[in-house]
């Protein structure tokens, strides 16, 4: 009888586990923090600040194409033509946006574009690509480091509020006087993907509002 009610028991906790497992979302099921998608859109405000009137013009986003190079895939804004660089840019199982550089139709470099599940404090190395010409046919690469300054915090925009995680670089590196050339703030919301952008600049000490991109309409394919 002892046996029996051992067995019972056993497979009382087998069903109990496989519950349990079945609740714990995969790798695979995270949301990501920039969805992609070739029907999706969003629509920004950006307010330019250069001393006088404030110069306000509105622009779309649209990931347009989907390419495989090198074994790889993911989205770009423009047109891929064979032998030039590129870049790409796709979710990851963990629900990080990773960009891949392509030259010569070949892998450069892949590197995390923005990173989810953050603690605010906590930095990574992003590999930009620089193109230095006007036909983007050259580039220059610039690590710049990524720092996580906020992981919960509202922005409130035209088209509502959002719970959003924040990031802050710094393109260009810094002057000889230790300040940054450029302060690039970034606000993202899981599953919305870019809610607002601040550029801030900096001279001899001091720092102003250069300019700021809101977004005001999106659409994500469900």
Known sequence: MKKYDLLIALVA??????????????????????PLDTANSWTYERTSFNGGKPEVRTYNTEPKYFYTIDGYEGYSLGEYVKGE??????????????EYLFNNDKLVHQTILYKKDLKKGEKWTYKAAVYTNDDYSKYSIEEREKTC??????????KGDFSCIGFSYHPGGFAKNGDPNHTMIQFLSENVGLVKHVHYEHANGDTWLFSE????????KK
């Open 213 to 220: 991109s809101v977004i005001v309409d999106f659409s994500i």
């Open 149 to 158: 300054i906020a992981t919960d915090t509202i922005i409130s925009t035209p």
């Open 85 to 98: 660089p590129i870049s790409l840019i796709n979710n990851d199982t963990e629900g990080n946006c990773i």
């Open 13 to 34: 906790f087998l069903i109990l586990f496989s519950a349990c497992e079945k609740d714990t979302p995969s790798k695979a099921d995270e949301t990501p923090l920039f």
